[in-house]
Each structure stands twice: as C-alpha cells, then as structure tokens.
C-alpha cells in the first residue's frame, strides 16, 4: 500500500511544536487537527522507509480534553496513508510502549500533553524499537512541509490492552511483609490503570486522585515538584503507609515519598532498585544522567556495578541503555527504565511494583535505608533564562575555562566539574532557552563555595547567576 501517489500540497507545522523529544503545542494557537492528521501522514511514510515488516501502528491517548479529537486527526491522517492502526485508548503512555511491544506494532503513537497544562498536548513517537527525537522528528516536519504524503487504505481496530498490561505489571511484584501504600495518579491517564494494579497487589492499597480528568482538578501532575506531592505526604503521615508513589500526567514518571512523608527523587530512588538489580547482575552498567547525585554513582559500583553517567533525555537514555544492553537506567527527573525482567521503556507503574518489592523485602523502614546512605547537600536542578542562541556558547565557554584550569570534568552533557568534596553541573535545556545547574557537596560550606564557583564561571560569560 506504500509508495503511491504523493498527495498535493504540503503541510507547515508551527515552528515551536517539533522539539527534541516530542511534539507539543497549545491547542488552537500552536497544535490543531489539521496537524495530527499531517503528522499520521509522514509517520507513515517514515514508517515505510525505515520501519519493519508490520504495517501496524499502535496509538494511544491521555485523559486531556483535546486528546480524543486530536487522536482521530491522528489515526484518519494513518489510515489514509495506507496504515493499519490498532487504537489502544485512554492510558498511560507506557501502556502505549507495551501495545507496540505486545502486538509487535511497526511503531506507535501516544497522544498526551505529559504533565504540562491542561490546553497543552502533543504526541510521543515510537518507530521500530526506538523512541523518536531530534532529527528524526524534524524529518517529519521535512516530508509534511514537502508533501510526501503516501496514500492508501488502512483498517483501524480498537484493542483492549489494558488488562493484558496490568496483568504484566502485577507478575513481577515480589513482595515478604505486606505493606501500606498511598498512589497519587494526579487525575493523570495512569488513574485507571495505577487503581486496577493496586487492586491486584497485596496489602492496603489508598487511591489519591485516580478519577482520569484532563482539567486536574487537585494539584498538577508533575512530582518533581515538591508542591504536587503534598497531599501524597499527608496520606502516608495519616495513613502510617510504608510509602507513597506519583505518577505523572502520562505515567512515564514516578515520585516517591517515604514512611516518613520525605521525598526520594528519582536518582536516590535508583540507588534502591540498582542494588536490587545488581544483587542478581553483578558487573552490570547502569545509566543515571548528569543531573543525578555522586552518591548514586558511588553506591553503584559499592554495589558492585558500573555506573555510566549519560545525557539527560528520556530518548538519549533509551537510545544508550538499547545500545550496551544496561538492566536499568534513571533520570532525576523520575522516568526509570528497567530492561531488567521489562522492556527497556519508561513505565512508572512498572518502576512502582519494582520499587514497592524493594520495600517489602527491606529489613526496617524505606526511611532508615534513606538515613544509611552518605549524607550530602545539594540543590535541586535549577533552570534560569538564557537565550537560545547563547545557551550552548555559554557552556562550551565555561567547560573551555574550567579544563583550561585543569579541573577534573565530564562533558558527556553541558560541565559536570568534580572536585574533592562535591561537583556542580551546568547544561543547556535541549528544549527551552534555559541554563540548568545542580550543585553538590559534602558540607553546607562546601556547597556554598561549589555555588559561588559556579556563579563567577556565569558571570564571566555574561550571564546573571541565579538565585541559589
Ligand atoms: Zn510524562
């Protein structure tokens, strides 16, 4: 069915929408109908050109209001180009991921705006067995602007997955003591999903905001902010649960609280499930990218690993982890990829029964494990303002300056300077014109020094600091 007439004209998306790892806009000023139907279109011809054998593509959709219409734009503009699709419907994104995997699909096309605001939304891309991003999804763009539109007549099928899905989920849970937990899917397309799971696992399961509802009525889904896990704080405090766990607006992200109410992010909720992981792969790689706590790194080889540190970007992390063949991978930022007994995507339900295992088979409480690990003070990840013009200039500016100095840095993403008691890290955003810094240290003092170093390498390339 490939290869056909080209259809006349072509199509422009808006300039803003075809970022690094997805595509995303603000429905009715950036992001229209017209432009999912567009983007079906070129998938498919991408599909043609550099997929596998199937002719199948599996699509899938968040909870967001726009999402059902701009998910039949999308599967119209397919079908039409000679694609079979398989909808899958309202759930996560990995839900989406095990579809491609489960009906082994050429590819696959989530609907969903992630944890962004209520009139935002936009698509994730699978092709094949990778995640699409950069050029790829700017070839996209290339052969819509251009017209090089395939046509055809594709069939479309609704399938169920969802009960397939959670059945996967719930078969790798291994759990001892029974616990007590609290699940906040922030009225997120994991709701449904994350509530069935509970149902499934022992012990007593609370369910926060787990009613699907695009306009998120109680707190944004996002858990990296510590604001959106309030309420998942004060259920577990109430509640006397073992812990807590976040979803984000798709479920591709996870956040963590304690027994204690304490939040553990994404790079100290790795420690946890690497030792986990290494306990039965010893030697193993695993990847956290470069935002991630020394402790992490650190607590990976005790383990007896081989930590790798790569670029930030849940696609670049996929993309490395597919090519060395690592178990597990994670970002700060809570999307945790485990290739280990899984598929080697994203899924925050996965990471959840994972993490839940952990727990249960942990002597003492997840807050005691925490106290054990080495003490160190950092910042969060903090992102400022730079033009995007100047944004890559400024890092290479600073790393030429601090390896000029003879500093001990990684370069694998923006500077990561090390130095005896901690390290600061500066990269620009690949998706926003901003500067994003961490820093840390062994000492209050220590990282108070690492800050104002830092502050004096930004104001020799012009920028202002931020405020620390
Ligand atoms: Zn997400």
């Known amino acids: 069915m490939t290869g056909g007439g080209v259809a006349k004209g072509g199509h422009r998306f808006h300039a803003t929408i075809l970022r690094e790892y997805d595509i995303r806009g603000i429905v009715g000023e950036t992001l229209s109908e017209a432009d999912a139907t567009a983007l079906g279109r070129a998938f498919a011809v991408a599909l043609a050109e550099e997929g596998g054998p199937s002719r199948l593509v599996c699509v899938g959709r968040d909870g967001r209001v726009s999402s059902p ?21 309202l759930g996560p994104t990995p839900m989406l991921y095990f579809a491609v995997k489960e009906l082994k699909a050429g590819g696959g096309i989530m609907v969903t705006g992630s944890h962004n605001p209520p009139q ?10 990778r995640t699409l991003y950069g050029d790829d999804i700017k070839n996209l763009g290339e052969i819509a602007g251009k017209g090089r539109f395939a046509s055809g007549q594709g069939t479309v099928e609704d399938v169920e997955v969802a009960e397939r899905y959670v059945a996967r989920l719930a078969s790798d849970y291994r759990g001892k003591r029974e616990l007590r937990v609290a699940w906040d899917a922030g009225n997120g397309a994991a709701g449904e ?27 944004h889904p996002d858990p990296t902010v510590a ?33 204690t109410g304490a939040i553990l992010w994404g790079d100290q909720l790795l420690v946890f499930l690497a030792e986990e992981v290494l306990a039965e792969r010893p030697g193993a790689t ?11 790194f650190d607590e990976i080889a005790k383990a007896g690993g081989r930590p790798l540190m790569w670029r930030t970007g849940h696609s670049l992390i996929k993309a490395k982890m597919a090519e060395i063949g690592a178990p597990l991978a994670g970002e700060m930022s809570g999307h945790i990829f485990f290739a280990d007994r899984y598929y080697g995507f994203d899924d925050a339900l996965y990471a959840a029964v994972r993490v839940l295992g952990v727990v249960s088979r942990m002597e003492g409480r997840l807050s005691e494990a925490r106290a054990r690990l080495p003490q160190v003070v950092n910042t969060p990840e903090i992102r400022f303002p ?19 100095a003879g500093a001990d840095v990684e370069t694998v993403d923006g ?32 990282l108070d020094r690492l800050k104002r170093d830092l502050a004096a390498q930004l104001a020799a390339s012009g920028i202002t600091p931020p405020a620390f």
């Open 69 to 89: 219409a701009l998910e039949a734009a999308l599967v119209k503009g397919l079908c039409e180009s000679g694609v079979n699709v398989a909808r899958v419907g």
């Open 120 to 129: 935002h939304n936009g698509f994730k891309l699978v092709l094949g067995a």
């Open 193 to 219: 999903i994350m509530a069935r799971l509970a149902r499934r696992l022992p012990g007593r399961h609370i369910l926060l905001n787990e009613k699907i509802d695009g306009t998120f009525p109680s707190h």
């Open 227 to 259: 604001e959106n896990l309030r309420q998942l704080q004060k259920t577990v405090i109430a509640e006397s649960c073992d812990l807590g766990v976040a979803f984000d607006g798709d479920g591709d992200r996870i956040g963590v609280v304690d027994d």
């Open 286 to 296: 695993i990847i956290a990218d470069v935002k991630a706590s020394q402790v992490l």
């Open 386 to 404: 730079c033009a995007d013009e100047r944004k890559f200039a400024v890092v290479s500016e600073v790393a030429g300056r601090v390896v000029e």
């Open 415 to 446: 500077v990561r300077v090390k130095c005896h008691d901690g390290w600061w890290l500066l990269r620009a955003s690949n998706t926003q014109a901003v500067l994003v810094a961490r820093c840390e240290a062994k000492t209050q003092e220590g």
